[in-house]
């Protein structure tokens, strides 16, 4: 691995169609050092924390529960509270106002409540946020968690970049910052600050270019990271070494 290692802040490693050691194997060879594998339910969150266990210098783990599932949380938010307790975040957790596969009410909810739980913990808060710009940023700056309110696969153009860095949140930006048609994205993510910003590849969806159409994973978070060095405008060691410096400060590093 090299002097300047990325992470990947974002991989649903138990989504992965291969064995999670060869997996890693491959990441570390990219010069990916270890990886957030946050849940999306109670059954992920718990195959997190297994992972988390069975891997512990290359695994983070959170629980929580998705937006897609948010009409379940009356029923399974204790058991995400316990879980939460005992993980490195909380999340992923957030409103989905394009698939709309809850009620709003539920999402907001859901939402609202693993906010709440991530504030009383003093963790980090992955969230989802897809055509809910408003009415995350809302909750967001109610909460007031600063870098700890993490923006997983961040998609904001210029504007809400720059309202959400406002509030003092970290930036996470997935392989649809490498897509041709993400003019929008990349315009964006210009004012993500340095300073609060990761990478991801959300894995193993969003395949970065030019391998878009195969199955993501951790290894591929190196392409995400150069597309965003060229968008700053740094060489990619210094992309590296900010957004890993980032992640380790608000996940905190599993290599201690």
């Known amino acids: 691995m090299g002097d300047t290692p990325w992470v990947d802040t974002h991989g649903h490693l138990f989504l992965i169609d291969d064995d999670v050691g060869d997996v890693l194997e491959r990441a570390e060879d990219a010069g990916v050092a270890w990886v957030m594998c946050p849940g999306v339910d109670v059954a992920s969150s718990e195959a997190s924390r297994a992972l988390a266990r069975r891997f512990p210098e290359t695994v983070k783990w959170s629980a929580g529960l998705h937006p897609h599932d948010a009409a379940s949380w009356p029923d399974v938010g204790g058991r995400i509270a316990e879980l939460a307790a005992d993980a490195d975040a909380v999340g992923e957790c957030g409103l989905d106002w394009y698939r709309n596969l809850a009620p709003r009410d539920a999402q907001l909810t859901a939402f609202g409540e693993q906010v709440a739980i991530a504030k009383d913990l003093d963790k980090p808060v992955i ?130």
């Open 127 to 256: 969230v989802h946020c897809r055509d809910a710009f408003r009415d995350v940023y809302e909750i967001l700056a109610d909460a007031a968690l600063g870098e700890r309110a993490v923006l997983h696969c961040w998609t904001g153009g210029t504007k809400w970049t720059k309202r959400f860095a406002e509030l003092g949140v970290t930036f996470s930006y997935a392989g649809s910052l490498t897509y041709s048609g993400d003019d929008t994205l990349r315009l964006g993510a210009r004012f993500a600050p340095p300073h609060r910003t990761m990478v991801e590849t959300d894995s193993p969806y969003l395949t970065p270019e030019p391998l878009r159409g195969a199955s993501n994973e951790p290894a591929n978070v190196v392409l995400t990271g150069s597309v965003l060095a060229d968008v700053w405008g740094v060489d990619v060691a210094e992309a590296a070494r900010l957004t890993t410096a980032t992640a380790a400060r608000v996940f905190g590093d599993p290599r201690g």
